[in-house]
């Protein structure tokens, strides 16, 4: 599984749509609040031309794409870190997730309701952020509280916690995102078991009408003002028109898109992105019984991307056979590939590339 995504945004933005389109899961999608009671849960293949291509080389028995997960959390609203709108429920879920996916309203449409009576992306945005962070404040107070009779005991460990747990509390109390203050690597690792839901990378998905693809309008520009300002990304969609392109076979997307001037969905622009979001890679196996792609972080050494495939990989691992992806698709087979020298062995200390192919030795 690559990474589970939550969705989240106010009611009627289009979030549940946005969901339909990325999974064909059908969840409801009407106009009115609370329509996604439970969250609907998606799994969605990572497009990858890459390993088309494998598949064109090697013909295998089997193909297994990698994937995401996504979560559709029902809308929040102002006053959901205090119950409103079942928003205890909603909050809890959005700890589950790796990564947060905001999709916010920029399209204007009287049929469809507004909660706050008129479309303002970045207001919606500072709701769904105060409503975060108020949850992330009780959540460290808590953890505040309970340090302090170990703090007054002595205990290293826990006056090292409280210390950054007092810094963040006051910057979240000041309106920061955890994920905007400037953490350390170490200060992070200690608010780890908190699941804060500000801690958690953001991708702003714009929900546009048709005629406003592929770059947006203004409103699309709040946005994208905003979210340089945290380094967070903007991909632009419009939920009706994913809704149609989700019902079409492949042959007839491509002419779709084609006729809208698209070289690609919006929603593949989405899962490419929220791939990167956390620093994601791809590498390969392939070979006549199967061509899989696996997910692993960016940097992870040879025994560990063997882990992924089995536990007994990592622990037996002795080396791996690597070629890049680039020089295949030019050379057009695996025996082009040894020809030219350009299958490497490497040991325990490589660190995996994306679009790597591998092939594992291991000792049982």
């Known amino acids: 599984m690559g990474f589970k995504c939550g969705i989240v945004g106010l009611p ?3 979030k549940s749509t946005v969901f339909n389109s990325l999974t064909k899961a059908g969840a409801g999608a009407s106009n009115y609040p609370f329509c996604t009671i439970e969250p609907n849960v998606g799994i969605v293949s990572v497009p990858d031309k890459r390993l088309d291509r494998l598949v064109e080389i090697y013909q295998p028995d089997k193909i297994t794409p990698t994937s995401m997960q996504f979560v559709d959390i029902a809308g929040l609203v102002a006053g959901a870190s205090r119950g409103e709108g079942l928003g205890n429920q909603f909050l809890g879920n959005i700890k589950e997730v790796d990564a947060v996916l905001h999709v916010v309203r920029c399209f204007e449409d009287d049929d469809i309701v507004h909660v706050a009576g008129k479309v ?20 460290v107070t808590k953890r505040v509280e309970r340090n302090e009779k170990l703090v007054r005991t002595g205990d290293k460990d826990a006056k090292a916690q409280q210390e950054v747990c007092v810094k963040v509390k006051e910057s979240l109390e000041d309106g920061t995102p955890v994920r905007k203050q400037g953490l350390s690597e170490d200060e992070k690792k200690v608010l780890l078991d908190l699941q804060l839901l500000t801690s958690k990378p953001v991708l702003y998905c714009c929900n546009v009408n048709e005629n406003d693809l592929p770059e947006g309008g203004p409103l699309v520009q709040q946005v994208r003002e905003l979210a340089e300002k945290e380094n967070s990304q903007v991909v632009v969609v419009s939920g009706k028109v994913e809704a149609e392109l989700a019902e079409l076979e492949e042959d007839e997307k491509v002419e779709f898109l084609k006729d809208m001037g698209l070289e690609e969905s919006g929603l593949n622009q989405l899962i490419r992105t929220g791939y990167s979001l956390l620093g994601l890679i791809t590498f390969f196996t392939a070979g006549k019984q199967e061509v899989r792609a696996w997910t692993v972080q960016n940097l992870v050494t040879a025994p560990q991307a063997a882990g992924e495939i089995h536990t007994d990989f990592e622990r037996g691992f002795i080396r791996a056979e690597v070629f890049d992806y680039t020089a295949l698709n030019e050379l057009g087979s695996e025996k082009g590939i040894k020809e030219k020298g350009l299958m490497r062995l490497e040991g325990k200390e490589y660190q995996v590339k994306d679009g790597d192919i591998m092939f594992f030795r291991f000792s049982v």
């Open 12 to 14: 009627n933005v289009g």
């Open 120 to 139: 303002d992306p970045v207001g919606d945005i500072e709701v769904i952020d105060t409503e975060l962070c108020l949850k992330d404040i009780d959540t």
